[in-house]
Nanobody, 125 residues
Framework: VQLVESGGGLVQAGGSLRLSCAASGFTINSWYMSWVRQAPGKGLEWVSAINTGGDSTKYADSVKGRLTVTRDNAKNTVYLQMSSLKPEDTAVYYC???????????????????WGQGTQVTVSS
């Protein structure tokens, strides 16, 4: 069972990236899915979450209007489209499956059943 993130990299401020999170060993269609990030020297910050059907999403105020989470249950994959990136978006981005709906915006790893290895996003000014 694993979640594998990809799509990170170095981008200039104002640029865009699309992160992918591919699940294996389990099917995501019955799981809420979340994105959480960790900037250098800082704690975990919840970024976004999406419900099982993909028709309901939530965002942290810091990314609202710039990041969009989607999912393709047929491909067992979750995406995070990132635009108008800022240097403060620099972080390792993790996708995760919360154990319950109550934990979908948690910054406590214990609230997640599955957690990816992360992908680095670096935004230069």
């Amino acid at each position: 069972v694993q979640l594998v993130e990809s799509g990170g990299g170095l981008v200039q401020a104002g640029g865009s990236l699309r992160l992918s999170c591919a699940a294996s060993g389990f099917t995501i269609n019955s799981w809420y899915m979340s994105w959480v990030r960790q900037a250098p020297g800082k704690g975990l910050e919840w970024v976004s979450a999406i419900n099982t059907g993909g028709d309901s999403t939530k965002y942290a105020d810091s990314v609202k209007g710039r990041l969009t989470v989607t999912r393709d249950n047929a491909k067992n994959t979750v995406y995070l489209q990132m635009s108008s990136l800022k240097p403060e978006d620099t972080a390792v981005y993790y996708c995760a499956a919360p154990r319950t709906r109550l934990g979908l915006s948690s910054t406590n790893r214990d609230d997640y059943e599955y957690w990816g290895q992360g992908t680095q996003v670096t935004v230069s000014s």
